[in-house]
């Protein structure tokens, strides 16, 4: 069974840093791309920032310059480096995992609160 596993989030004061870490079980298969979501309290679940196998990035316009993805594609493993936060980041933020031949796999999700 595959297993996608996040952990990092937690409270944190604007302007602070919080990083996030997944990784999913080898048994995921080949990866095309991995990624971040976040929905926050009564809105849809949007995309936050993605990395595709060949090395291309995308963030959203509003994280761009204070989020950084990073992963180790032999380890299947995918970061969030989130600097500067605001509360307006306030959300449960989702690992995502685009595979070739086996499907989206998503985390269960973890919650990062940014508030004085």
């Known amino acids: 069974q595959v297993q996608v596993v996040e952990s990092g989030g937690g409270l944190v004061q604007p302007g602070g840093s919080l990083r996030l870490s997944c990784s999913a079980s080898r048994n995921i298969g080949s990866v095309y791309a991995m990624g971040w979501y976040r929905q926050a309290p009564g809105k849809e679940r949007e995309p936050v920032a993605r990395r595709l196998r060949a090395g291309n990035t995308y963030y959203a316009d509003s994280v761009k310059g204070r989020f950084a993805i990073s992963n180790d594609a032999a380890e299947n493993t995918v970061l969030l480096q989130m600097d500067n936060l605001k509360p307006e980041d306030t959300a449960v933020y989702y690992c995502?995992?685009?595979?070739?031949?086996?499907?989206?796999?998503w985390g269960q999700g973890t919650s990062v609160t940014v508030s004085s």
């Open positions: 995502n995992i685009v595979t070739f031949s086996s499907g989206v796999y």
